[in-house]
């Protein structure tokens, strides 16, 4: 395909920043969400590219349909559309407080992912084309102590891309998700622990369009994390428990990032 266009969430940091990078460089055209639209203004003014910029929550389902909107009326129906806006915290369910980082995590990660497609299903059914990336964890292959909602949403995210992968295969959109072991971004630079395989944003950025651009159903990167998700798959709970019983634990969340 030569110079997609493309609608991305979460584009003001990290793999999203990255991804918007990648694809200006084919000279594709961009769509880009995220809430601090100071940042998405100054990355626009970096991409030498047609490029919408988009200040909403992806938790505003009507903010999503009317930047969707906007941006079919400008350039057309995306090719590819990349929910991508997620959020990390620590969690423990005893907590009668971190209900509400319970379910901004969900909010984000699982439903402002279903939001971000929603609006452009109906056309790309008609069209008969189209693809929709997903970017989940590795964290979701198995749960992590300390990280519940993340673990949770993450997991959510990956059967709700398989379901929406197989409903929509008949109308010929892909769906593509990607389960990202440790990269380099924001959302880790805040841990405090050993994180293997732990891969450059950039170089990330460059395997995640290489797998959409080959329409993969199912990749984790970088590989060698992909390895040990199917290795995590097969251990039985007894084992799993026994081994991640000390696992380094995401840092709590504080009540103003919501
Ligand atoms: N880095 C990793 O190792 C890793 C591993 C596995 C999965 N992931 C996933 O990769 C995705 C990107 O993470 P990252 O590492 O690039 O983190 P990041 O640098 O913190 O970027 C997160 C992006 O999501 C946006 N976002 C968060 N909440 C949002 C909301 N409510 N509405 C709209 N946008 C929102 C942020 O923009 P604003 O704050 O400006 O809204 C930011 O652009 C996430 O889904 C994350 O779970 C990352």
New binding site residues.
């Given amino acids: 395909m030569s110079a997609p266009k493309v609608f991305i ?9 990255a991804l918007a990078l990648q694809y200006a460089a084919q000279g594709a055209t961009l769509g880009l ?4 639209g100071e ?1 998405l203004e100054t990355l626009q003014a970096e991409l030498n590219c047609p490029c919408m910029i988009f200040t ?4 505003d389902a009507e903010s999503l349909q009317r930047a969707a909107n906007t941006f079919i009326e400008q350039f057309g129906l995306p090719d590819i559309v990349i929910a ?5 915290a620590g969690t423990l369910t005893e907590n009668q407080h971190d209900n509400q980082t319970f379910q901004a995590i969900f909010a ?2 699982v439903f ?1 992912m279903v939001s971000t497609f929603q609006p452009f299903i109906q056309g790309m059914k008609q069209a008969g084309r189209g693809q929709l990336v997903g ?1 989940a ?3 979701g292959i198995r749960g992590l102590p300390g990280a519940g909602a993340y673990s949770a949403s ?1 997991a959510a995210a990956i059967s709700y891309l398989e379901s929406l992968r197989v409903e929509l295969a008949p109308s010929h959109i892909q769906v593509t998700t990607i389960a ?4 380099r ?4 630079d805040v841990n405090a622990y050993p994180m293997p395989f732990l891969m450059d944003v950039d170089v990330a950025a460059q395997k995640f369009v290489k797998a959409i651009s080959k329409k993969t159903r199912f990749v984790v990167i970088p590989w060698q994390m992909g390895v040990l998700a199917k290795l995590m798959r097969l251990i039985p709970p007894a084992l799993w428990d026994f081994a991640l019983r000390h696992a380094p634990r995401k840092a709590h969340a504080n009540w103003d990032w919501l």
């Fill in positions: 969430t979460g584009a003001s940091s990290g793999i999203g920043k969400v995220a809430r601090r940042l909403a929550d992806v938790r991508n806006a997620g959020v990390s984000i990660n402002g970017i964890s590795v964290a993450k990202p072991g440790y990269i971004t924001p959302m880790t």
